[in-house]
């Protein structure tokens, strides 16, 4: 069945570094793909997204590129901020309508 | 933006009473909804999806006699948590998806969660 595996957290990083979280899926047919970003305490926000292969999402300087060729959606951040700290979720659309996520992780940015 | 609220953010209730706890979505109509829990440094476990008009659909494993979900209108869906005990405390999420978007249309609009603490 449908499912994405994203990298282990938590993840800690300096202010201005460089971000990478990997998320692999596996799934029938051309799902559309997801990041959501959980901030401490609240519910779940979309981050970006990407319909189709190729595509590229992108939101307050994350960007995710649509690979079909390699089943991935990695997100990046070129220089991240202390108030990037928060749960990061990969996910990906079922044909039901429905998400499936992937089992998060966690960025911690030091000042 | 599509605006998803819940409420109550936060509830604290004694042993074997039941809680109610409802989404809305506030600028659009959601034909389904989706009930997910979030246990500590977890991921999000879709509980049920919420059809308006229609029963829910239950994950495997989860007792719907237990978690109660009414969808009475394309702008509300509630979940109860029926004799509630200390090990069903967690952190509740609601989504919806927008009926505007279509049969599959993936994107949902979440919530802002209530935690629940049963004492």
């Known amino acids: 069945g449908n499912s994405v595996t994203q990298m282990e957290g938590p993840v800690t990083l300096s202010e201005e570094a460089f971000l990478t979280i990997n998320c692999t899926y596996t799934?029938?047919?051309?799902?559309?793909l997801f990041w959501y970003v959980q901030y401490p305490g609240e519910g779940l926000q979309l981050l970006l997204k990407?319909?189709?292969?190729?595509d590229k999402g992108s939101n307050k300087g994350f960007e995710a590129t649509y690979r079909k060729e390699t089943t991935s959606f990695h997100l990046e951040k070129g220089s991240v901020q202390v108030s990037d700290s928060a749960v990061y979720f990969c996910?990906?659309?079922?044909?039901?309508?429905?998400?499936?996520f992937g089992k998060g992780t966690k960025l911690s940015v030091k000042p | 933006g599509a605006v998803v609220s819940q409420h109550p953010s936060r509830v604290i209730c004694k042993s074997g009473t039941s809680v109610k706890i409802e989404c809305r979505s506030l600028?659009?109509?959601?034909?389904?909804m989706f009930w997910y829990r979030q246990f500590p440094k977890k991921s999000l476990m879709l509980m049920a999806t919420?059809?308006?008009?229609?029963?829910?659909?239950?994950e495997q494993g989860v007792e719907k006699d237990k978690f109660l979900i009414n969808h009475a209108s394309l702008t509300l869906s509630t979940l109860t948590v029926t004799s509630a005990h200390p090990e069903d405390s967690s952190f509740y999420i609601c989504?919806?998806?927008?009926?505007?978007?279509?049969?599959?249309?993936?994107?949902?609009?979440f919530g802002p969660g209530t935690r629940l603490t049963v004492l």
């Open positions: 990407a319909t189709k292969a190729d």
């Open positions: 799934a029938t047919g051309y799902p559309s």
């Open positions: 919420s059809n308006e008009g229609s029963k829910a659909t239950y």
């Open positions: 989504s919806a998806r927008d009926l505007a978007g279509g049969p599959g249309y993936n994107e949902q609009f």
């Open positions: 600028d659009f109509q959601a034909t389904t």
């Open positions: 996910a990906l659309g079922g044909s039901q309508g429905n998400l499936i």
